[in-house]
């Protein structure tokens, strides 16, 4: 569908306003230097903005992976015993910036994971926001090309999972579009939803089609992230719209932000812990509640089972915080 030039700047100004919270912002529209915005015109990979790295145990830096490499992955670090977990930022992000920096320490502190992250903050950066969303495109195709790569070094689609914040799930959504077969797991982490909900047909944005196991964790639901049902199973965090830490933050879209990338970082807790507080009871595709089904609870994250299905509400008692700036 094409949509008028005039409609694309409207939702452009509109969406990066409400992503940053800052009417002031305004004013910078006026610098042509403001809008230095990059996009991808060319679909070949890899990509000189779109960069991977892994983190192991064994070492005390980050490595850059090239797929060009003829070199097994084994001597870079990789230990092919130990399952896998791709890790994609959103809108305004870097791998190397909280809350993804919490999420990959979790699976550090697992022990049991190959850690790799995916950098498109090039190509991603504010106030940019329709062109990030442009280039998902590029960023699911090469992070595809990435993943053959480590199959092809052993991997296995059942231990690895693509874990994805904001647009960033919605990549992990496109991943298997450039597969002949698709992945076996994602986890979207509320999966973004501005312009995307309206103009993003399904082949572009996450779906439970795009994985044998998809798994979407909602904190601000109907705003800044996607409504459920998403994926096999969703999990609604405090009612899945706004998180209770978030309500000190002052503007409601402020408020938004934080709830936003709460998702990172309950899952990152989640990821390290089986505590009974990220436990989910059956409710409605809208977050409501559904009483006397507590025998059906579902554990969120590493022990969440592929055979989940629907919508579960986890109630959070303890406060927590989640740097996002």
Known sequence: MRIPLANQLNFYVASCLFM?????LLQNAL??????????????????????????????YKKRIDVRSRVPLRYAGWDPDLKNVIIIHGFNGTESKVPMTYLRDAYMRRGDYNVFTVDWEDIAHFPCYLSAIGNTRLVAQCTAQFYSFLTSHGATAENTVCVGHSLG?????????HLTEKIHKIVGLDPARPLVDRYGGKAFR????????????HTNAGLLGESPQVGHADFCMNGGTMQPSC?????????????????????????????????????????RRIRGLEEFAVVMGEKTPDSARGTYCVKMTQIMTCPFD
Request: with cysteine; charged share 20%.
């Open 247 to 287: 309500l000190r933050e002052g503007r409601r879209i402020r408020q938004a932000r934080c709830s936003h990338f709460m998702s990172a970082c309950y899952y990152a807790a989640a990821v390290l812990t089986s505590d009974v507080a990220f436990t989910g009871v059956p409710c409605t595709s809208s977050c």
């Open 20 to 24: 940053n919270g800052a009417i002031g």
């Open 206 to 217: 996450l779906t439970k089609d795009d994985a044998h196991v998809v798994h979407v964790i």
């Open 31 to 60: 610098d042509v230097r403001y809008w230095n915005c990059v996009m991808k015109r060319n679909y070949h990979c890899p990509d000189e903005n779109i960069r991977f790295y892994m983190y192991t145990k064994h070492a005390r």
């Open 169 to 177: 799930a919605h990549i992990c959504g496109m991943i298997s579009n």
